[in-house]
């Protein structure tokens, strides 16, 4: 059978469409598959811009060690949308495929009021600098590899509040030192989503955000109590004003 011409075109429309993921073109490729053509899984589950997040990258790349891919699904996880690392293309936009490489642009609470940190982010190493990893809280991994593969614990950001040396104020004495009966999880004064085991549901929105979470129940700096760090917590027997060192 002939091949059609309008098929031996529709190809060759393809294949110079397709230069354009290598940053060569900004002609949108044929059987444009919205942003996902070029970059992401446009089968993933989610909204259109979920679905155009590496892997894979823009030269069919998969791996979390290469710094177009690294760590995008870590982050998609826990809630960290796209406009806190980049300027998001509208919908059709081609203006952004300017080479060498992706831009990494920052912005809300990583360079917001609470920072602690000018927010960095540096390709050769590659690695960040910013609050959310570094929110001046005894955190351990404070300059975090965007490649790297294993997840980072509690105690990468802040103290993971779980034992005695990686603890602030009376966490270990609730968390670790009571009866486990009476023992406390994060969420106990946290808040629903944090749990020792992980932070999740309703807490996304709220962890890392710039204001520490602490449950009213808790009472804490209550103005009924005279001194700074109180709590007046209603979850004691008998309620009084308590020091938190
Ligand atoms: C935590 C920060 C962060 C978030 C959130 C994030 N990205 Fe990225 N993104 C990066 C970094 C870092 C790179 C690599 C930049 C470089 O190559 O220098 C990158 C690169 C990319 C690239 C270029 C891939 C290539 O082949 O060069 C695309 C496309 C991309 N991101 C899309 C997204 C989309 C879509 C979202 C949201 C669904 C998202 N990103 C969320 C940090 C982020
Ligand atoms: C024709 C291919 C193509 C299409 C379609 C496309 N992108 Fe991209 N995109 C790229 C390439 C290539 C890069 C890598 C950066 C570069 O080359 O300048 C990139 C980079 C990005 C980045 C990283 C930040 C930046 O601007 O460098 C984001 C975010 C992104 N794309 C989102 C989108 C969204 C959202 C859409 C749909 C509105 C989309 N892209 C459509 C090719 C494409
Ligand atoms: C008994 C109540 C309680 C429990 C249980 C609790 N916290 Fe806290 N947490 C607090 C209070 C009160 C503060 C505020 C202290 C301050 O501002 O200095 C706080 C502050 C924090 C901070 C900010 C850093 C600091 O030390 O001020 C982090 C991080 C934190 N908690 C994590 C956790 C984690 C993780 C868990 C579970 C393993 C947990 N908390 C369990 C009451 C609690
Ligand atoms: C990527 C860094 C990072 C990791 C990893 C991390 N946290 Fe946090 N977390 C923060 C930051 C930043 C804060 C400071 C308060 C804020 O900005 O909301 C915080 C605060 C908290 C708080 C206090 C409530 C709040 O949000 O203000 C709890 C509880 C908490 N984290 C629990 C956990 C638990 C449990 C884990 C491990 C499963 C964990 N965190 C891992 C960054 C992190």
Redesign the pocket.
């Known amino acids: 059978m002939r091949t059609s011409p309008s098929l031996v075109l529709t190809a060759l429309i393809s294949a110079i469409?397709l230069a354009?993921?290598?940053?060569a073109s900004?002609?949108?490729?044929v059987g444009?598959q919205?942003?996902a053509?070029?970059?992401g899984d446009p089968t993933r589950a989610g909204t259109?811009?979920a679905q155009?997040a590496p892997p894979m990258d823009?030269h069919g790349l998969t791996a979390r060690t290469e710094v177009t891919v690294g760590a995008h699904q870590a982050h998609l996880a826990q809630g960290v949308a796209?406009a806190t690392c980049?300027?998001?293309?509208?919908?059709?936009?081609?203006t952004?495929?300017?080479?060498?490489?992706?831009?990494?642009t920052f912005s809300g609470n990583v360079v917001g009021a609470n920072d602690t940190v000018v927010a960095t982010w540096n390709r050769d190493q590659p690695t960040c600098a910013n609050y959310c990893h570094d929110p001046a809280m005894g955190g351990a991994v404070r300059t975090p590899l965007w490649t790297r593969t294993t997840p980072l614990t509690c105690g990468a950001c802040h103290w993971d509040q779980q034992s005695q040396a990686t603890t602030t104020g009376l966490h270990d004495y609730h968390v670790e030192t009571l009866p486990p009966a009476t023992r406390l999880d994060c969420g106990a004064c946290h808040g629903v989503g944090y749990s020792t085991a992980g932070v999740g549901g309703v807490a996304l929105a709220t962890h890392a955000d710039g204001s520490l979470q602490v449950l009213p129940v808790v009472g804490w700096q209550d103005p009924t109590c005279s001194g700074p760090r109180t709590c007046y917590a209603s979850c004691h027997a008998v309620k009084t004003c308590r020091y938190w060192p």
Do not use: K
């Open positions: 469409g354009g993921c290598g940053g900004t002609t949108p490729p444009d919205g942003c053509g070029c970059h259109a811009l155009a823009a796209c980049h300027v998001v293309p509208a919908e059709g936009d081609r952004h495929i300017d080479g060498p490489h992706a831009m990494v």
